[in-house]
């Protein structure tokens, strides 16, 4: 998977989707209530790694901070409750799912592409 941005910072994550017991442990310590379970774990995940990856920080520095909102496909996110960036998932392979994390106010810029 490639990620190409013209003049934004992005931030990019994808993950294989297989189950691994330490998931809900994570999801219960970090995540907010709706999203603790099996099926939304990746998504949230996805979405903090490609939010710190664009700030350029650790997960561990941001991740206890971090906050979504789920809005349609995508998600809002940002530190505390300030939801300046916007998250798109797409499958890029089957079995596997990436976010890609820009600023809220760029998303007439962004173009989601896969090739197989």
Same mark, same amino acid.
């Given at each position: 998977?490639?990620?190409?941005?013209?003049?934004?910072?992005?931030g990019?994550?994808?993950?294989?989707?297989?189950?691994?017991?330490?998931?809900?442990?994570?999801?219960?310590?970090?995540?907010?209530?709706?999203?603790?379970?099996?099926?939304?774990?990746?998504?949230?995940?996805?979405?903090?790694?490609?939010?710190?990856?664009?700030?350029?920080?650790?997960?561990?520095?941001?991740i206890?901070?971090?906050?979504?909102?789920?809005? @349609?496909?995508d998600?809002?996110?940002?530190?505390?409750?300030?939801?300046?960036?916007?998250?798109?998932?797409?499958?890029p392979?089957?079995?596997?799912?990436?976010?890609? @994390?820009?600023?809220?106010?760029?998303?007439?810029d962004?173009?989601?592409?896969?090739?197989?």
């Amino acid at each position: 998977m490639v990620a190409i941005s013209s003049g934004r910072e992005i931030g990019v994550d994808a993950e294989q989707l297989i189950e691994r017991r330490y998931t809900l442990h994570i999801a219960r310590k970090y995540f907010q209530t709706w999203e603790q379970s099996q099926s939304l774990f990746y998504r949230a995940w996805t979405a903090r790694e490609s939010f710190a990856k664009l700030l350029g920080r650790g997960l561990a520095n941001v991740i206890a901070r971090t906050r979504v909102k789920a809005a @349609c496909d995508d998600m809002l996110i940002g530190l505390d409750e300030d939801f300046s960036h916007r998250v798109n998932f797409m499958s890029p392979v089957n079995g596997y799912l990436a976010a890609v @994390c820009r600023s809220k106010d760029s998303s007439k810029d962004l173009e989601l592409l896969t090739y197989r």
